[in-house]
């Protein structure tokens, strides 16, 4: 029987045997032992599954990647050290030098950098589509040598809701994969598998961990993408791996070739585990996910709500408000909530940000977003305080932009707050 999600958060992953602990345990060992040097060699084959070094697998690791997993109803999973570990390996694991990514423009400022920048010099090459572009324009931005399209489901911080199924009717028509970031929405308010996507990733770090305490990532695969239908284009996937005695992924571990193979080869060679005690924590977090999200998309509606009303306020973006140009996306793909992230103006721009969030006695001034406590950044004075007004409205930054992280405190006390500092 296949529970509902809350259900999921508690109770799977890890599942003790009789006399075992009730709780997760955290095997913080680099390394496990075996009784025949033959058994040992097995594994280095891939020919038998089991644990030998933590940099390739951690059955505490393991046990949260699987959670993650079921609540994203997907086929296979991994944990990464950090978000931004997570969407280099997704996309890496498919592309090369010589290869394109379509990429989204609004996505997060590192995987845009990661992707611009660094795996540039990689020779990975990509093109920025604007994620509200017609179908046909986005199909431009393709090349022969595309091979995967990178989203966000709801854009950190633009708060743009995909349309998915957009998106992914593109990507199959050029017979690539559609990657979406779902760190915001979290699989508790949206699962983009049910929407045509084909690997999703998370920066657990926020929502998912909840607590701010510990970095972490996570690649999901639906198992639904045939890569052995373009061989020639996924050689990495569908043809003999030398470094394995020439195992082929798709063959051998038909849904789970995509994770075996960035584990198999993306975690041996670069390294960028999640440690045993971040998983910890992790699934601490994830226990008690479904009731934060509640909580933070009822207490970011009515901050919304209040912030809309308010004279001093020029403009609020938020998905859940009527106003917000992505409000039927998200009522279609995220009926339950978003997330607890609003983007909002004051009237009297940039200087009157500053002075109100130095009034703010409750919400804290912090880089980080999507956790239990409400917090507050301004990117003209923070993030991007090099720029003056002109380069921030290049960079889609609007000088008076106030990102506000709501969190589940009462939110009386939230709006109290923010009235008093207005
Ligand atoms: C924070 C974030 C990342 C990067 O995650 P880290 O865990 O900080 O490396 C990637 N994508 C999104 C949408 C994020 O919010």
Known sequence: MAYAKETICIQSGWKPKNGEPRVLPIYQSTTFKYESS??????????????????????????VAQKICELEGG????????????NYYAVFNICEAGDHVVLSSTVYGGTFNLLAVTMKKMGVSCTVVDPDADYETICKAFQPNTKCVMAESLANPALVVLDFEKFARAAHAHHVPLIVDNTFPTPINCNPFEWGVDIVTHSTTKYMDGHAMALGGAIVDSGN??????????????????????????????????????????????????????????????????LRMERHCYNAQKVAEFLEANEKVAWVNYPGLKSSKYYELAQKYMPNGTCGVISFGLKGGRKA?????????????VTHVADSRTSILHPASHTHRQMNDEQLKEAGVAPDLIRLSVGIENVNDIIADLEQAL
């Open 75 to 86: 086929a296979a999973a991994m944990l990464t050290g950090s978000g931004q570990a997570a």
């Open 38 to 63: 033959e058994q040992m060699g097995r594994l280095f084959d891939l020919e038998e599954s089991g644990y030998f070094y933590s940099r390739l697998a951690n059955p505490t690791n393991d046990c």
């Open 225 to 290: 993408f045939d890569w052995s239908a373009y061989p020639d284009k996924f050689p990495g996937l569908c043809a003999p791996d030398e470094s394995y005695h020439g195992v082929v992924y798709t063959e051998k571990f038909g849904k789970a070739a995509y994770i075996t193979k960035a584990t198999s080869q993306l975690m041996r060679d670069l390294g960028a585990v999640q440690s045993p005690q971040n998983a910890f924590l992790l699934n601490v977090g994830l226990e008690t996910l479904p």
């Open 353 to 365: 940000a500053e002075e109100m969030m130095d009034k703010l006695k409750l919400a804290a001034i």
